[in-house]
């Protein structure tokens, strides 16, 4: 049949929010900074392999893509509204 579990289910389990909103912090930090990446892969294969720009071409146009969204991103974050 079934076990008791070696612990008590109903007790109340101490959260440490410190760690919780660090790992948050992570979490949405690699969401903006990949999609920024994916979408630069994406400008990438645009540009050298649909627009005819060569692969020299689409390397330097994804890479002013990404230093500019990381720019903006990085400068949006220092004025965005904190709670």
Known sequence: MAEHPGFDRNAVGEMDYPEHERTYARFLWLVKYGTIGVVGILVFMLVALIANGGFIGGIV???????VASFVMRTGETHSMKH
């Open 61 to 67: 146009t994804a890479a002013i893509f990404i230093a």
